[in-house]
């Protein structure tokens, strides 16, 4: 019963740990030329670490335009997110 118990606790662990990596992420950014213009949109997909690619995409895009808002969030962009 304890060999079967350990076994699923692996399991799950390591599902989780396998699904949160290959999420989907996006950057959502400001224009800093135009700050009433709709945010833009600039997807991370098909990498095995998303997160930091898009960290290292937005912390540059800072750096570049003055402190601009980007942030990292999970999900595709709304105009690739198609059936």
Do not use: W
Not at 14 to 33: Q, W
Not at 56 to 67: E, I, K, L, P
């Amino acid at each position: 019963m304890r060999k079967v118990f350990l076994l699923t606790v692996f399991v799950f662990t390591f599902v989780g740990l396998a699904g949160a990596v290959d999420l989907d992420r996006h950057a959502t950014i400001a224009d800093p030329k135009n700050p009433s213009a709709p945010a833009q949109c600039r997807g991370f997909y098909g990498t095995d670490d998303n997160r930091t690619a898009c960290e290292d995409f937005c912390s540059q895009y800072r750096t570049q335009n003055g402190g601009a808002d980007c942030r990292c969030d999970e999900g595709k962009c709304p105009a690739d997110d198609h059936p």
